[in-house]
């Protein structure tokens, strides 16, 4: 069984830079995509940005996009979300997710809580 643990959240300012970690421990029987979801408040959750297993390839939402870098460290098993030029459209609980490769793993974290207020 895999754990994921997110930190890093915080209260930032507009146009201020956060950057959130998610911790895996634990193994599963596949690779694991790792993805960033939020969800703001009155809102559904939605996708964020995803890194491949392999670490090779990358994903974004488009309202991201320029401003926000996913990143996997695999000797630790971390992934980073760096996120730049934050607005107050990006508050929100962010967590961070596993996805199988080969099966149908899904594992979410506890989520961390980002806001930007002037």
């Known amino acids: 069984q895999v754990h994921l643990v997110e930190s890093g959240g915080g209260l930032v300012q507009p146009g201020d830079s956060l950057r959130l970690s998610c911790a895996a421990s634990g193994r599963t029987s596949s690779n694991l995509d790792m993805g960033w979801y939020r969800q703001a408040p009155g809102r559904e959750r939605e996708f964020v940005a995803q890194v491949t297993w392999s670490g090779e390839s990358t994903y974004y939402a488009e309202s991201v996009k320029g401003r926000f870098t996913i990143s996997l460290e695999k000797d630790t098993n971390i992934v980073y979300l760096q996120m730049n030029n934050l607005t107050p459209e990006d508050t929100a609980i962010y967590y961070c997710?596993?996805?199988?490769?080969?099966?149908?793993?899904?594992?979410w974290g506890q989520g961390t809580q980002v806001t930007v207020s002037p």
């Open positions: 997710n596993g996805e199988g490769v080969t099966d149908d793993t899904l594992i």
